[in-house]
């Protein structure tokens, strides 16, 4: 599945990880409460626990509504003092042409939607990779860290 679709490596040490089938409305909740779950395990904020479930929604209904095949991976990370979430969504849909375009806010590909999924998910983590080929299939990997770079660990 994805084929040549590179992400860039983990930043840490991966605790546990689990990986969620998503090809339904059902999967998006399970992989949303489990990411929350993990995130609760890993030291988040109630409120950052929110944002987290939020994102993973945001790209889970994407594979969900254009693609088929799709998982969502929940890692748990470890780095230094700091832990985070790492979500890795791949599915094998028929890709996004124009990736830039998809992550301006209010752009859709379909009329049935308000454009907000990816430009959301974006905005919310601490980091954002997407990659994605016509016919292939689209990666995504967003990590939320409890402590972001620009803050001192203690």
């Known amino acids: 599945m994805t ?3 590179d992400i860039p490596p983990d930043t840490g040490r991966v605790l546990e990880s689990v990986v969620l089938q998503v090809i339904a409305d059902v999967h998006i909740t399970e992989a949303r409460d489990r990411g929350r779950a993990l ?39 470890a780095h230094g003092m700091n832990s985070g979430i790492r979500v890795i969504a791949r599915d094998e849909g028929p890709g996004i042409p124009d990736v830039d375009q998809a992550m301006v806010a209010g752009f859709s590909s379909t009329h ?3 454009g907000m ?3 959301a998910a974006r905005r919310v983590m601490d ?19 409890r402590y972001p770079r620009s803050v001192r660990v203690p």
């Open 117 to 119: 999924g990816l430009a």
């Open 3 to 5: 084929e040549g679709l």
């Open 39 to 77: 995130a609760a395990q890993a030291g988040f904020s109630i409120g950052a626990q929110a944002v987290i479930a939020g994102a993973i929604s945001e790209v889970a209904r994407n594979q969900v509504r254009y693609a088929r095949n799709g998982t969502i991976e929940l890692r748990v990370l």
């Open 127 to 145: 980091e954002f990779f997407i990659v994605s080929r016509v016919g292939v299939g689209t990666v995504v990997a967003m990590a939320k860290w």
């Open 112 to 114: 049935r939607s308000l």
